[in-house]
């Protein structure tokens, strides 16, 4: 009839219910995976795009973190006490990676603790660059 380009005609999509079956289907378990997986990727994306740079105000609370919490044991103004000073000269010839490493795990054995629980390590790399600039006094 009107079907003249008949060879390109294509069966339109035939509905197939298929509710025979009440237990979770494995499509569906994949489904779910695949949007658990999907939300944890935009996660770590969202981590790592924000890696590079810290907010100002983020920045603002790092340094008062590091004044007040390592200052305890590192002394006031970091120039030492229990812990030693955490001045620029200290870090030199040392990367921040190292430095941020200590932040994160701590030093066995003595009183460093580690801070993993309480920063991210876009945050301590942040610290230990500033620690190493000499930014935070
Ligand atoms: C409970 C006390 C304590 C607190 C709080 C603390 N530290 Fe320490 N830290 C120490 C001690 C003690 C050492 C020296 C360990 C040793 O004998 O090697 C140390 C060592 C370090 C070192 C290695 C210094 C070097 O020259 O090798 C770094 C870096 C450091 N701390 C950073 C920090 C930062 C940053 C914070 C805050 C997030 C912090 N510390 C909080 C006690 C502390």
Redesign the pocket.
Known sequence: MYDHMAVRTTKSGQKAPRHKSRRVSYVEIAAAIALTCIALAAAIGDTIASAPGLTQERQRQLTE??RQ??G???GMTLKGG???P?SAD??EGRGADI?AE??LDG?PG????P?RAL?TEAEADW?AEA?KRGDIR
């Open positions: 973190f590091v919490d390592c305890s044991c590192h229990l812990g030693r955490l200290m870090f430095i200590i932040i030093i003595t009183a460093m603790p801070w920063l610290i620690l």
